[in-house]
T-cell receptor, first 109, second 115 residues
């Protein structure tokens, strides 16, 4: 069974700085998809970024980028130029069905 | 385009009772999945439906069941409620047959409290 581990329950970062959230997963599959979702305090979960395992290139969406290490089964999220609105729970997900426990990120002014 | 709608938003039930939660997906989406969110366990996958068929099921007891109707609306039922069932229940819909490679759009959830 696939498992997803987010080892950082809580993190904080100063506004405008960079922060990296870690995620590791376990699978025997070769083709799969990885996601980072954000859940702001209002609770609506939204997609931040998606990575397809067969693509070598790391996905990037504006200030959000990933460091995908397939061999190490690692999928970290980097947030550059952190903004107050980035304060949220962040969930790493495998194939849309397996989620990590989440990392609570607080951006401090 | 309306988002994913979950009703009710809040619910308080007594141990031993049963409860039904409803989810209306985004128009045109045929895949609906359900998750349980608790502070300690994060998001746990319950089940996924596509075109009225359950395609995947998480590791939950048989007290948790669901169904999907021809209009893609889905319901989730929990029987013989236990205190540990208190959680936020999230529904997500997806446009693609394959949930694995498609963005899921989430509702705001139903907060269930069992007393």
């Amino acid at each position: 069974a696939q498992t997803v581990t987010q080892s950082q329950p809580e993190m904080s970062v100063q506004e405008a700085e960079t922060v990296t959230l870690s995620c590791t997963y376990d699978t025997s599959e070769n083709n799969y998809y990885l996601f980072w979702y954000k859940q702001p305090p209002s609770r609506q979960m939204i997609l931040v970024i998606r990575q397809e395992a067969y693509k070598q290139q790391n996905a990037t969406e504006n200030r959000f980028s990933v460091n995908f290490q397939k061999a190490a089964k690692s999928f970290s999220l980097k947030i550059s130029d952190s903004q107050l609105g980035d304060t949220a729970m962040y969930f790493c997900a495998f194939n849309g069905m397996r989620f990590g426990a989440g990392t609570r990120l607080t951006v401090k002014p | 385009k309306a988002g994913v709608t979950q009703t009710p938003r809040y619910l308080i039930k007594t141990r031993g009772q049963q409860v039904t939660l409803s989810c209306s997906p985004i128009s045109g989406h045929r895949s609906v999945s359900w998750y349980q969110q608790t502070p300690g366990q994060g998001l746990q996958f319950l089940f996924e439906y596509f075109s009225e068929t359950q395609r995947n099921k998480g590791n939950f007891p048989g007290r948790f069941s669901g169904r999907q109707f021809s209009n893609s609306r889905s319901e989730m039922n929990v029987s013989t409620l236990e205190l540990g069932d208190s959680a936020l229940y999230l529904c997500a819909s997806s446009s693609d047959r394959d949930l694995g490679n498609t963005e899921a759009f989430f509702g705001q959830g139903t907060r269930l409290t069992v007393v």
